[in-house]
């Protein structure tokens, strides 16, 4: 992975941020700042029962109540990347405290609002606002810290994540006995972080390079779309991958005959607690994250494979956290490669794609399982296709990445 070097530089290439000078106060911001798309997309996850019978006159309402929890992540998916266009036309701090401002109100809406329809279209607003606040965060992840401290704070990134999907999750039950539209108050928690925001963070400035002509330093560039491509397709895919236990391991409980909810939900979480741990490993590996995706994915192929063959309760459950390892590995792995291929100028809009990719590849998840599951006979069959197709990604990755290592240096 590259890495900062006092090396002669290319007048050529474009220009980089300052030295990273970032404090932990300033960590302590953007991790829960990362949380506030995870906030909306677990939080009333609990409460659909409640609203399904609330909204039960409601023409369409057993479509649209399911909707109201997943069109977040649809339209974080496809705005992400006007969303990184703004960053780096607007700037990351300005853009993140207006997202954080917009977010309370258009979060806490579905409080005063009657019309299932305005509710869904309040939670699409909110999706947008998500986006924003996603990209904005990443970014200036990349823009603080680089090399292996970067690698970290990613990582720690999905640690917070995983965590504070969990807690959520307990979070939303919890208040939910108060009524459904009680956790919704939840979401006025970015009036606290907006000033914060304000305070804190700093706006990262790039530095001048020796030009190499007259407006060498201002001339346009081209985005660098071939370089991302391989990166957010793989991302995509990786979030199939990643998000097929927290979505599917409820539905596969119950065709093995488990429908306790208390029982599911020990089985989620102990999974969720093994993301974590993946997660913590990655940055004793950071080093290494070139090899350690086929690697990686090659774990998560093993967990489906023993969550295809499960005929208990147990062995889906080990299945599940030997995925959810890999999965804790995978998201930090993806995402500093992507990191390392851009440069200050375009880390904004690569990061929109980034998060385009992955949020995209959470929508279409259950869907891709759920319609594989008809032709290969069960669900838990369409799970271990998957893992089959994950174990060929792994080796084509293992495979091209020898290829490469062959190759005679230039």
């Known amino acids: ?10 007048p050529a290439a474009p220009p980089t941020p300052e030295p990273p000078t970032a404090s932990r106060l300033q960590a302590v911001v953007l991790m829960a700042g990362s949380c506030l798309p995870i906030l909306g997309a677990v939080l ?8 399904q019978d609330h909204f039960a006159s409601t023409a369409g309402a057993k479509a649209l109540v399911p ?33 954080a401002l917009l977010y309370a109100p258009i979060g806490t809406a579905p409080l005063w609002l009657d019309s299932l329809g305005a509710i869904v279209a309040s939670r699409a607003l909110l999706g947008i606002v998500e986006a924003a606040i996603m990209t904005c965060c990443t970014t200036l992840i990349g823009d603080y810290w680089s090399g292996k401290q970067r690698e970290r704070y990613l990582a720690l990134q999905t640690i917070c994540s995983a965590l504070s999907a969990t807690a959520f999750f307990a979070v939303g039950g919890a208040i939910g006995e108060a009524g459904w539209r009680a956790p919704f108050w939840a979401y006025a928690v970015s009036l606290l972080l907006a000033p914060l925001m304000a305070t804190v963070l700093t706006t990262p ?49 119950d065709d ?63 299945g599940a956290v ?42 279409v998840c259950p869907l891709v399982l759920l319609g594989l599951a008809p032709a290969a006979g069960s669900l838990a069959a369409a799970v271990g296709l998957l893992g089959a197709v994950t174990a060929l990604v792994a080796a084509a990755l293992r495979l091209r990445r020898r290829r490469t290592a062959a190759l005679p240096a230039v």
């Open 1 to 10: 992975m590259p890495s900062p070097t006092t090396a002669t530089i290319d």
């Open 322 to 363: 030997l995925n959810c390892l890999g999965g804790g590995m995978l998201l930090p792995t993806l995402l500093t490669r992507a990191m390392a291929l851009l440069d200050f100028a375009d880390r904004g809009r690569g990061t929109g794609l980034w998060n385009a990719a992955f949020f995209l590849g959470e929508f």
């Open 67 to 99: 909707v109201a929890l997943t069109i977040p992540a649809l339209a974080l998916g496809l705005l992400a990347p006007f969303a990184g266009l703004l960053v780096d036309r607007l700037g990351r701090k300005r853009l993140l405290i207006g997202a």
């Open 205 to 253: 400035h790039r530095t001048a390079r020796p030009a190499a002509g007259p407006s060498s330093q201002d001339a346009p560039r081209p985005f660098p779309w071939r370089r991302m491509a391989g990166p957010c397709a793989l991302t995509f895919f990786g979030a199939v991958v990643f998000y097929t236990v927290p979505v599917m391991t409820s539905n596969l409980l």
């Open 44 to 51: 009333i996850a609990p409460l659909l029962p409640k609203m």
């Open 256 to 318: 093995l005959g488990i429908t306790e909810s208390s029982t599911i939900g020990l089985a989620t979480a102990t999974a969720s607690v093994a993301t974590v741990i993946g997660a913590f490993t990655f940055t004793r590996l950071a080093d290494h994250a070139e090899r350690l995706l086929p690697a990686v994915l090659a774990l998560c192929a093993a967990g489906f494979g023993v969550m295809w063959l499960a005929g208990s309760m147990p062995v889906l459950v080990a």
